[in-house]
T-cell receptor
Framework: ETGVTQSPTHLIKTRGQQVTLRCSSQSGHNTVSWYQQALGQGPQFIFQ???????GRGNFPPRFSGLQFPNYSSELNVNALELDDSALYLC?????????????FGPGTRLLVL | GENVEQHPSTLSVQEGDSAVIKCTYSDSASNYFPWYKQELGKRPQLIIDIRSNVGEKKDQRIAVTLNKTAKHFSLHITETQPEDSAVYFCAATPISGGYNKLIFGAGTRLAVHP
């Protein structure tokens, strides 16, 4: 098992609400990436945080936002939830070394939007 | 755009047989290719990875090959066991904007029958 943890494990929200998901990265890692995995599909890159700043973003609207804290933990915030936001949200931590780094995933938060 | 195609979507083998999963990527600048195994309800776990300066890598029963010219890479599992049953995802890391994101294939559901 990796040292990456996420909370909560499951969450049920209604359309229009807001949600905050949390991720604690593996000890020694300084980069956190967030992915959305819809049922039966591969994970889709949302964004990445390094040194508390977003430094890369996938094809997700601005209502998906995030934060990284000085201890490298991270939050994913989603506003104005839509039914299609129902998915497994995964964070992955890595150590930026200047070359392609390995990403280690947390167990995910399963979000259901009703 | 950046894309990874993965085949087959499902694969059924008898215990002891070999399994091969193939992926094709679109961004020729990609230089890191990890493979993840995801069991039902669990996090994606890295099982092997390869970088673009290497053509083949092996770890016990698992091997990965890379053909940069053809933009293909493949996962080979020999002497399959029932515990190998899971969904396998290939991924590629294109170099864009100086950050690393994983572009995943759609996954291969492998079933190993005793």
């Amino acid at each position: 098992e990796t040292g990456v943890t996420q909370s909560p494990t499951h969450l049920i929200k209604t359309r229009g609400q807001q949600v905050t998901l949390r991720c604690s990265s593996q000890s020694g890692h300084n980069t956190v990436s967030w992915y959305q995995q819809a049922l039966g599909q591969g994970p889709q890159f949302i964004f990445q945080y390094y040194r508390e700043e977003e430094n890369g973003r996938g094809n997700f609207p601005p209502r998906f936002s995030g934060l990284q804290f000085p201890n490298y933990s991270s939050e994913l915030n989603v506003n104005a939830l839509e039914l299609d936001d129902s998915a497994l949200y995964l964070c992955a931590s890595s150590l930026r070394t200047g070359i392609q780094e390995t990403q280690y995933f947390g167990p995910g938060t399963r979000l259901l939007v009703l | 755009g950046e894309n990874v195609e993965q085949h087959p979507s499902t694969l059924s083998v008898q215990e002891g047989d070999s399994a091969v999963i193939k992926c094709t990527y679109s961004d020729s600048a990609s230089n890191y290719f990890p493979w993840y195994k995801q069991e039902l309800g669990k996090r994606p776990q890295l099982i092997i990875d390869i970088r673009s300066n290497v053509g083949e890598k092996k770890d016990q029963r698992i091997a990965v090959t890379l053909n940069k010219t053809a933009k293909h890479f493949s996962l080979h599992i020999t002497e399959t066991q029932p515990e190998d049953s899971a969904v396998y995802f290939c991924a590629a890391t294109p170099i864009s904007g100086g950050y690393n994101k994983l572009i995943f294939g759609a996954g291969t559901r492998l079933a190993v029958h005793p």
